[in-house]
C-alpha cells in the first residue's frame, strides 16, 4: 500500500487540492447566494451585473433589449423588441466555471504571483467569455428560435467550457509545477 502511495503520490496530491480548493469555494459561493436571498440585486449581485451587462451589449449592439427580473423564478427575463427570448439565472454568470478553472490550476500551481495572476486573468476572460456568450446565444434565439435545444444545451457550453479547457492547458504546458519537473 505504501508503495503506491509513494508511486502515485502527486496524483494523489492533485485529486485531494483540487477536491479540497473545489469544495471550499463551492461552500463559499453557496453561502454568497444564501446571503443574497432577498438582496435589492435579484436574483443575486452576480447574475443580477451578468444580465445587466448583457443587456447593455445587446442594445450596444442594436437590438431594443431589456432585463426584467422574472415574477415566477430567480432569473432575470432578457426581451428583445418586446419578445421574452431567454433568462439570465444563477448558473449563467461563469462562476461555477470559474470555480473549476481556478481548482484545477490551484492543484497544478505554479510560483504564488504566476498562480494568482494566472487565475485573475483566466477567470476575467472566463467572466468576459460568458457574456459574450450569452449575448450572441440571445440573438441566435432571436433570429433563429427553432435551433434553441442545439444552441443552449451544445454549441454554447462548449464555448464557456472550451475556453476554460484550453486555459488548463496552457497553464500545464507552459506555467505548472509539473511542466517544470518534466523538462
Known sequence: MKTLFLKYKSVIKF???FLVVYISFSVIYKLY???SDGSRFYPDYLTHLVANQSNSLL????YNAQVLPHPNEPSMKVVVSGKYIARVIEGCNSISVVILFMSFV???SGRLKTTFFYILSGSVLIYTVNLIRIVILTIALY???EQKEILHTVVFPTIIYGVMFLLWIFWVNRFSKLKKKNV
Do not use: M, S
Open 15 to 17: 485529486i485531494l487540492t
Open 106 to 108: 490551484i492543484a497544478f
Open 33 to 35: 447566494l444564501d446571503a
Open 59 to 62: 442594445n450596444t449592439l442594436g
Open 143 to 145: 433570429h433563429y428560435p
